[in-house]
């Protein structure tokens, strides 16, 4: 049973509207492929996992911080009597593990994630003793991509690869396990203690004024054009969307890149700007969102 799923991370949704609506650096380019890279091996990984009947809990993209520490953990699996962590990677190409390094046959180093996985272990182990639940923890590094290659890699480590992912899976579903009430109640605490946006991710500086105005496709972020009353068309993927839902797609963005500015008609209308109605903007805003009046003005808010 998921009891989080997965979403696109903010800070991923976020770079991916800068990038649309404005000009940003080589390093930005960089840490949006990164993101993307990672989030595709995520739902891969999910797609695997879409073939387990082992009764768990599970929940996906999950920020704790323990002992002043913030980690992140990919997925994470509560069974009856053990907790598995799993730290996905979207790796790529050949790789070399020497003692704690990992790097590319050219010698190119990256950070080793069995340390990172090792650290949100022990981590949440803490964590486990300040709840005072007993659980084992047990983590998986899952190495995703089936174009992945690691040399020297000792099979005493906690590694899952492509080709072992299935059969891992199949072995969980040949354990007894039993999920009651404590096993939900100590879910329902993670999901208190998820913070849902990490005060270290990096975003460019940005401004209204900076951004182009339109609708973005939500395919290839490229921008769309209408094409009759209710329907809008993006011409270079050629995704087709109804009206509503793109206007309402346009809000959330706008929300999440301005949470200072208010939803109202006049500013939906110039932030989509190929919406030539403002009263068709107005009947969604209301049809959506609850109404709020202020004096001779007003706004919206989500309900």
């Given at each position: 049973?998921?009891?989080?799923?997965?979403?696109?991370?903010?800070?991923?949704?976020?770079?991916?509207?800068?990038n649309?609506?404005m000009?940003?650096?080589?390093?930005?380019?960089?840490?949006?492929?990164?993101?993307?890279?990672?989030?595709?091996?995520?739902v891969m990984?999910?797609?695997?996992?879409?073939n387990?009947?082992?009764?768990?809990?599970i929940?996906n993209?999950?920020?704790?911080?323990?002992?002043n520490?913030?980690?992140?953990i990919?997925?994470?699996?509560?069974?009856?009597?053990?907790?598995?962590?799993?730290?996905?990677?979207?790796?790529?190409?050949?790789?070399?593990?020497?003692?704690?390094?990992?790097?590319?046959?050219s010698?190119?180093?990256?950070?080793?994630?069995?340390?990172?996985?090792s650290?949100?272990v022990s981590?949440?182990?803490?964590?486990?003793?300040?709840q005072?639940?007993?659980?084992?923890?047990?983590?998986?590094?899952v190495?995703?991509?089936?174009?992945?290659?690691?040399?020297?890699?000792?099979?005493?480590?906690?590694i899952?690869?492509?080709?072992?992912?299935?059969?891992?899976?199949?072995?969980?579903?040949?354990?007894?396990?039993?999920?009651?009430?404590?096993?939900?109640?100590?879910g329902?605490?993670?999901?208190?203690?998820?913070?849902?946006f990490?005060?270290?991710?990096?975003?460019?500086e940005?401004?209204?004024?900076?951004?182009?105005?339109?609708?973005?496709?939500?395919n290839?972020?490229?921008?769309?054009?209408?094409?009759?009353?209710?329907?809008l068309?993006?011409?270079?993927c050629?995704?087709?969307?109804?009206?509503?839902?793109?206007?309402?797609?346009?809000?959330?963005?706008?929300?999440?890149?301005?949470?200072?500015?208010?939803?109202?008609?006049?500013?939906i209308?110039?932030?989509?700007?190929?919406?030539?109605?403002?009263?068709?903007?107005r009947?969604?805003?209301?049809?959506?969102?609850?109404?709020?009046?202020?004096?001779?003005?007003?706004?919206?808010?989500?309900?």
């Open positions: 049973m998921i009891i989080k799923n997965r979403a696109v991370p903010l800070e991923l949704e976020l770079l991916r509207s800068i649309g609506r000009q940003v650096s080589k390093k930005v380019e960089n840490q949006i492929y990164s993101l993307e890279k990672g989030y595709t091996g995520e990984f999910d797609q695997h996992f879409g387990l009947s082992f009764n768990c809990l929940i993209d999950l920020l704790l911080e323990t002992s520490t913030l980690y992140q990919d997925s994470l699996l509560i069974s009856q009597h053990k907790i598995h962590i799993f730290e996905v990677k979207n790796f790529e190409g050949d790789y070399l593990l020497e003692g704690d390094r990992l790097h590319t046959l010698g190119m180093e990256i950070k080793n994630p069995l340390i990172q996985l650290r949100s981590l949440f182990r803490q964590l486990l003793q300040h005072r639940m007993n659980f084992t923890v047990e983590g998986h590094l190495f995703i991509n089936p174009d992945f290659y690691l040399y020297h890699a000792s099979p005493d480590l906690p899952i690869f492509p080709t072992q992912l299935d059969r891992f899976i199949k072995q969980l579903n040949n354990q007894p396990s039993k999920v009651v009430e404590k096993h939900h109640e100590f329902k605490k993670l999901l208190a203690l998820h913070i849902p990490s005060p270290y991710s990096l975003l460019p940005y401004s209204y004024d900076r951004m182009k105005k339109g609708i973005l496709c939500p290839c972020r490229a921008f769309m054009k209408c094409q009759g009353q209710h329907i068309i993006c011409e270079e050629y995704f087709i969307e109804k009206m509503e839902s793109a206007i309402l797609r346009c809000v959330k963005e706008f929300s999440l890149l301005f949470p200072d500015k208010k939803i109202t008609t006049s500013a209308f110039e932030w989509c700007t190929i919406i030539k109605s403002k009263n068709t903007i009947k969604i805003l209301q049809a959506n969102f609850k109404h709020i009046r202020f004096g001779n003005s007003s706004y919206f808010e989500y309900l």
